[in-house]
């Protein structure tokens, strides 16, 4: 049975760092795609980073290249997003997600908060 479980979020102020965490079972996170996601109240999901199985080849959303780093700890079968320099737009719940086609499996999300 996969299973996604985020942890991580919470208040932060500008300037802020967080790493968010998303544990998996029922598969090995180094052999599917994996990605965050965020929504803001009002806004549609979106695509945040990506981390590919075998090489871990990333990519990243424009508004967080060089802030944010997407890892895997394949020992600990465990996603992660490193924030860093967090702005009061990446405020959202933050949602992990992999591809094991043809289902796609989601986390329950975390809320991001970043403010004064």
């Known amino acids: 049975q996969v299973r996604l479980a985020e942890s991580g979020g919470g208040l932060v102020q500008p300037g802020g760092s967080l790493r968010l965490s998303c544990a998996a079972s029922?598969?090995?996170?180094?052999?599917?795609?994996m990605s965050w996601y965020r929504q803001a109240p009002g806004k549609e999901r979106e695509l945040v980073a990506v981390i590919r199985p075998y090489g871990g080849n990333t990519d990243y959303v424009d508004s967080v290249k060089g802030r944010f780093t997407i890892s895997r700890d394949n020992a600990a079968n465990t996603l992660y997003l490193q924030m860093n320099s967090l702005k009061p737009e990446d405020t959202a719940v933050y949602y992990c997600k992999v591809e094991r086609s043809p289902f796609v499996y989601w986390g329950q999300g975390t809320q991001v908060t970043v403010r004064s």
């Open positions: 029922g598969f090995t996170v180094s052999s599917y795609i």
